[in-house]
T-cell receptor
Framework: AQTVTQSQPEMSVQEAETVTLSCTYDTSESDYYLFWYKQPPSRQMILVIR??????QNATENRFSVNFQKAAKSFSLKISDSQLGDAAMYFCAYRSQGGSGTYKYIFGTGTRLKVLA | GAVVSQHPSWVICKSGTSVKIECRSLDFQATTMFWYRQFPKQSLMLMATSNEGSKATYEQGVEKDKFLINHASLTLSTLTVTSAHPEDSSFYICSARLSVPNSPLHFGNGTRLTVT
């Protein structure tokens, strides 16, 4: 069974600085998808970034980028120029390729990010 | 696009009663929806996968008779917590995905259930 591990329960970053959140996963599949979701105090889950396992190029979305190391099964999230609005719980998620619609999403335990003014 | 609406946002009920939570995909059709439960400061735990027109697939340890899921149309799935007890108090979140390979999950805004 696939597992997702986020080893940092909490992280802090100074406003305008850069922070990296780590995520590792375990799978025997070769095709899958990885996601980072953000959950602010409102508790609405918001997609931050996604990565297809077959793509070697790291995904980037504005200030957010990932470092995807497939062999190491590592998928870290880098937030540049941190803003106060980035403060939230961040979840790493794994999605199998699935078959006949049998997709399953597995979430890590989350990292709480604090942004210091 | 890809908006998921969940209702109600919060509900308080008495022990022994049943509560229904609705999850709607507003601008897309969702053949599959997922129901998650989140305890305070914890991750999302998948409860069940709701499939339109067929029975839901429950995760191990989730009581199907207690958490009734109905997915009667391509835009609506409901979760009914039957004979609720205080230990059922939690945050419930539904999600859905578009029918394209790389679609992420789109989440509802969650329902805070408190059983007194």
């Amino acid at each position: 069974a696939q597992t997702v591990t986020q080893s940092q329960p909490e992280m802090s970053v100074q406003e305008a600085e850069t922070v990296t959140l780590s995520c590792t996963y375990d799978t025997s599949e070769s095709d899958y998808y990885l996601f980072w979701y953000k959950q602010p105090p409102s508790r609405q889950m918001i997609l931050v970034i996604r990565q297809e396992a077959y793509k070697q190029q790291n995904a980037t979305e504005n200030r957010f980028s990932v470092n995807f190391q497939k062999a190491a099964k590592s998928f870290s999230l880098k937030i540049s120029d941190s803003q106060l609005g980035d403060a939230a719980m961040y979840f790493c998620a794994y999605r199998s390729q699935g078959g006949s619609g049998t997709y399953k999403y597995i979430f890590g335990t989350g990292t709480r990010l604090k942004v210091l003014a | 696009g890809a908006v998921v609406s969940q209702h109600p946002s919060w509900v308080i009920c008495k022990s022994g009663t049943s509560v229904k939570i609705e999850c709607r995909s507003l601008d897309f059709q969702a053949t599959t929806m997922f129901w998650y439960r989140q305890f305070p400061k914890q991750s999302l735990m998948l409860m069940a996968t709701s499939n339109e027109g067929s029975k839901a697939t429950y995760e191990q340890g989730v009581e199907k008779d207690k958490f009734l899921i109905n997915h009667a149309s391509l835009t609506l799935s409901t979760l009914t917590v039957t004979s609720a007890h205080p230990e059922d108090s939690s945050f419930y979140i539904c999600s859905a995905r578009l029918s394209v390979p790389n679609s992420p999950l789109h989440f509802g805004n969650g329902t805070r259930l408190t059983v007194t």
